[in-house]
């Protein structure tokens, strides 16, 4: 099996090796028939990739590839990466072996899922915002009688969590509260909130 000179400089030297902190999307991907394992870190920012490493388990041709995703990936808008193909990626490498061409796929898919990483990231943080300006408007009823709500969080399922605090949190009234008053209100500003629980 013969690999080109540029796949073999990408093995030795794989540009972009590790994590980055606080990434805006991860792409966790892997074969079960070779066993190879990536993961894709992405930075994102005003719609162009600026940053993105990678960690890989695997055989030389998956080192190779994940390295040249990554810099073929910077500077690219969302839009563009997700046009990156992993014949792209094997053509940057001036060619793989036919039997390693499972691992440019690999590092397509592991782009790709790093993008939909990012995407989802995008519509829990939207959502929030939006759970934060609805709480925004309960607020001044519940100070009113000394009490308050913290968001804690809002879970992929559409599950918001909330904490009743000050007066609002020993108050014999407090699940009614929660559902005839913050829950409804919640709901009915931000659609996509399917229920409002105390923790």
Same mark, same amino acid.
């Given at each position: 099996?013969?690999?080109? %000179?540029?796949?073999?400089?990408? #093995?030795?030297?794989?540009?972009? !090796? ?35 490493? #990678?960690?890989? #388990? ?13 810099? =073929? ?8 990466? =997700? ?27 592991? *782009? ?6 990012? #995407? ?8 929030? %915002?939006?759970?934060?300006?609805? =709480? ?14 913290? *968001? ?6 559409? !599950?918001?969590? !909330?904490? =009743? ?35």
């Amino acid at each position: 099996m013969q690999y080109s %000179e540029k796949v073999m400089e990408h #093995f030795r030297n794989p540009r972009n !090796v590790g994590e980055i902190e606080n990434p805006d999307g991860i792409g966790h991907v892997g074969n079960p028939i070779c066993g190879d394992i990536m993961e894709l870190y992405i930075k994102v920012k005003d719609n162009i990739i600026v940053d993105a490493k #990678f960690k890989t #388990f695997g055989c030389g041709a998956a080192i190779a590839t994940s390295s040249m995703v990554t810099e =073929l990936v910077k500077g690219k808008t969302i839009d563009e990466a =997700l046009a990156i193909s992993n014949k792209a990626v094997a053509e940057a490498l001036d060619g793989l072996p036919p039997i390693k061409m499972h691992c440019s796929a690999l590092a397509e898919e592991a *782009l790709k899922s790093a993008i939909d990483n990012y #995407f989802k990231k995008q519509g829990e943080a939207k959502m929030r %915002e939006r759970v934060e300006q609805a =709480l925004a408007k309960i607020r001044p009823s519940l100070q009113a009688d000394d009490g308050n709500v913290e *968001l804690v969080e809002v879970m992929e399922d559409g !599950v918001v969590k !909330v904490k =009743l605090t000050g007066a609002c949190g020993g108050c014999p009234m407090a699940q009614m509260t929660l559902k005839a008053g913050i829950g409804k209100a919640i709901k009915q500003d931000v659609p996509d909130v399917k229920r409002v629980e105390e923790v």
